[in-house]
């Protein structure tokens, strides 16, 4: 997990073990960025299938559909390299010594520098993950049939990365002094929360009527 090696080359089997164990990282926030990277890869798929004489008039709109995901995995792998080094920064900061009143002062000045960083990754994941749930939708109906489960899946997971981070998120505003920042920070995650879960819905009736 740590070094140049990128963190999506481990097996499947390492990242569940380190996240298994008792270390703190990969924890929630990493979990979240995995679930936005394999949504993202359903998403990916489904457009790659949507090819063919049959589908040639979505040609280009399939190929923007693939590089968007290709982006957001990449973007999320990002995002989990982030999610751990922000954990691992509100760690450094809790340790500060605070035998002095300027010593006090300064740690709690690096808590909450610490604490909004790690609300930040996981809320900028909500953001980017609804923005690609948001280009799924607009395909439903344009893509393979054959495929149309995979794409409910893809929002499945992405949706479950949206609601992931945002109990990530939830979890640092009780860390937050400042009220302003604490209430833009609820605010926009409950916005995202709740938009995030009616997208998903709303796309899933629509491959149920599909299916049908």
Not at 12 to 25: G, I, M, Y
Not at 96 to 114: F, I, M, N, W, Y
Not at 200 to 212: C, D, G, H, P, T
Request: aromatic share 4%; charged share 20%.
């Amino acid at each position: 997990m740590s070094g140049e090696n990128q963190v999506f080359d481990q097996t499947v089997r390492q990242f569940l073990q380190a996240a298994a164990s008792s270390a703190p990282t990969p924890g929630g926030g990493s979990v979240a960025a995995l679930a936005a990277a394999l949504g993202a890869s359903m998403g990916s798929m489904v457009a790659n299938i949507t090819s063919g004489p049959k589908f040639e008039s979505v040609r280009e709109k399939m190929a923007d559909i693939v590089k968007l995901m290709e982006a957001a995995m990449a973007e999320a792998e990002l995002f989990l390299k982030k999610d751990m080094e922000s954990f691992n920064g509100y760690m450094a900061a809790l340790a500060l010594p605070k035998g002095t009143d300027g010593e006090k002062r300064h740690r709690s000045v690096a808590l909450q520098q610490a604490a909004v960083q790690a609300a930040s990754v996981p809320l900028h994941l909500m953001k980017r993950c609804l923005e690609i749930m948001s280009a799924l939708a607009g395909v439903t109906v344009q893509v393979n049939k054959n495929v149309i489960s995979d794409l409910g899946i893809a929002l499945l997971m992405l949706d479950a990365a949206v609601q992931s981070a945002w109990m990530t998120v939830e979890i640092n505003l009780g860390s937050m002094k400042d009220e302003g920042v604490r209430t833009s920070f609820q605010e926009t995650g409950t916005e995202l929360s709740a938009r995030s879960a009616e997208l998903k819905e709303q796309v899933l009736q629509q491959i149920r009527e599909r299916l049908a």
